[in-house]
């Protein structure tokens, strides 16, 4: 049998052979940092260089860029460019061209969609929300006003003056464009700072890479709504844009039934046919149309309308459950690794437990619930709202705040770390600051860290607050043994305080809740042990 520590180094070789096949031997270091509530979603930045100094500067950059694209584009900010532009009727106006961009955007692909994708689809939308509050579904009548608001003209461009005319009273929205159009040009501006191999902006689920190296961009299950969930897929990409969209994260609730906040502005109803669609495109702002157009229109009509857009591949999950892609989507792909085989020689869990009645029950779950307390940079924004594909408030740019290092992991009674199910930090010299993690046994690390440290797309996702979710599987992916399991939730904020929450858990004994009181870095925080949700 093989020394621990070889095993250990054959599993460190193994679980990152894709991070060698991505970034290559002299790859440089990347430098990763994430924030709450920017442009009303969660922003994650990765830059890949040597220099650490080169990292801070690039982002610096990309959150310039993203404050000033909102405060121009944001939709909430009633001190944005677009919001005082919907206040103008009638009188052409002179527009930055950067808002001149996005209606002209607008125009194009409403037309390439026929109408599927529209800045007025806020009309049925804003229906569908106040009739929720009265728990009632909109008559015939309101739908077909609706319909109408949406196809009367908005807006008429002028090219030549670059002006542009509002022309309607219907509430509009620019969330189909302006998160990708935004990231795409973040990404611009970090590279713009020099010595950076790559740049990724992740913001809210849809990412931009930019640069020579390939990233690893994992596609979130619509169905699974902890952050700790299984992946439906793992794409490797190179100066691209990934965009997912999705009706699965956001919507309204009439008498019990869940109606998805994605609406056809042809009728006026929500669609659900397509519970997300992933695209991969050149541009942002390509990735981004085509994600939610495929969401409206039907999957035949969305794949031939995503073969007219160059070097663009898409991948939708519908409702029935089966899946659709591009001809060519498979290449993207990349295998999942399992260490399964690699830990059985040391991990006790995975040779234990053989009777399928003495390992976990697959009915139940355990939901890490946390809330990250809000603390404002040292030199906020004036606010830029969302300006993503949903979900309103949050400040935009430098107005977040940096998410702190956090690490969520089970041992079982012999302190053997079983499972780590959510590693967030800004950098490799960081992980020391989650003392409690660093210090446990590093087959934890080699096994968990490929999948912890892939970027995912996923629809636009409310900042702040998160469910991480254990589905009972160990490192190597085998059902635990039923018993008694300790959960850690540990989180350290760079210059800020560390907090170490635990539970001692055991399974025989059913379901069962703890809450924890509030501290500096969390508002609140509860593990449960109970049967499993269901997506709506």
């Known amino acids: 049998m093989k020394s621990l520590s070889a095993t250990l180094r054959d599993l460190s070789v193994a679980a990152f052979a894709i991070f060698t096949f991505v970034r290559g031997a002299a790859a440089p270091t990347w430098h990763v940092s994430h924030y709450e509530s920017v442009l009303g979603t ?32 944001s939709g909430y900010d009633e001190t944005s460019e677009f919001r005082r532009w919907l206040g103008t009727q009638g009188e052409p106006s002179r527009v930055s061209p950067e808002l001149f961009a996005v209606l002209a955007l607008f125009d194009t ?26 728990q009632r579904v909109p008559s015939a009548g309101e739908l077909a006003a609706a319909v109408v608001a949406v196809r009367q003209p908005h807006w008429r461009l002028d090219a030549a003056a670059r002006t542009a005319t509002h022309l309607s009273a219907a509430p509009l929205m ?50 699974a709504d902890g952050e700790g969930d299984e992946l439906v897929a793992n794409i490797a990409v190179r100066d691209r844009a990934v965009a997912t969209s999705g009706g699965y994260r956001r919507g309204v609730e009439i008498a019990g039934r869940w109606y998805s906040h994605l609406v056809d502005p042809r009728t006026g109803r929500p669609v659900d046919h397509v519970r997300s669609a992933t695209v991969v495109s050149p541009r942002g702002t390509d990735a981004g149309a085509l994600a939610t157009a ?40 990349v295998p999942r690794f399992d260490v399964r085989a690699a830990l059985a020689p040391i991990n006790p869990s995975v040779a234990g437990a053989e009777n399928a009645a003495e390992r976990w029950d697959s009915t139940y779950e355990l939901a890490v619930n946390f809330e990250i307390a809000t603390q404002a940079m040292g030199a906020p924004g004036p606010g830029g709202g969302e300006s993503g594909k949903g979900g309103k408030g949050g400040r935009g740019g430098r107005g977040g705040a940096k998410r702190p290092f956090v690490a969520i992991w089970i041992e079982d009674q012999a ?42 797309s996923s629809a636009t996702r409310s900042p702040g607050k998160y469910s991480v979710k254990w589905d009972g599987l160990d490192a190597t992916g085998r059902p635990v043994p039923r018993g008694k399991y300790t959960v850690f939730l540990e989180i350290a904020r760079e210059h800020g305080t560390h907090h170490v929450l635990k539970w001692e858990l055991d399974l025989a004994a059913g379901p069962a809740r703890n809450e924890f009181p509030a501290n500096p870095e969390l508002t609140t925080a509860s593990f449960d042990y109970r049967r499993r949700t269901s997506a709506h």
């Open 109 to 134: 692909w409403r037309d390439r969609t026929g109408g599927a994708l529209d800045a007025s689809a806020e009309v049925a939308g804003r229906l569908w929300k106040n009739a929720a509050r009265e």
């Open 294 to 333: 495929l969401c409206v229109m039907a999957p035949e009509e969305g794949l031939r309308l995503a073969a007219t857009v160059p070097d663009t591949e898409c991948f939708l999950l519908l409702a029935d459950g089966s899946r659709v892609s591009s001809p060519g989507w498979q290449k993207n792909e």
């Open 42 to 73: 969660s922003l994650e930045l990765r830059f890949a260089v040597s220099d650490p100094a080169r990292a801070a500067a690039a982002e610096s950059a990309a959150l310039a860029e993203i404050d000033r694209l909102g405060k121009i584009l």
């Open 174 to 223: 620019l969330n189909s464009f302006a998160k990708s159009y935004i990231i795409d040009r973040a990404c611009t501006a970090a590279l713009a700072v020099g010595q950076l191999e790559s740049a990724v902006v992740n913001l809210g689920g849809d990412i931009v890479t930019r640069g020579t190296l390939t990233t690893v961009v994992g596609i979130a299950d619509p169905l």
């Open 415 to 456: 302190h053997f770390p079983v499972r780590t199910v959510a590693l967030w930090y800004h950098g490799e010299r960081w992980l020391p600051e989650l003392r409690s993690w660093t210090h446990a046994d590093q087959v934890r690390e080699k096994a968990d860290g490929a999948h912890l440290t892939t970027t995912v």
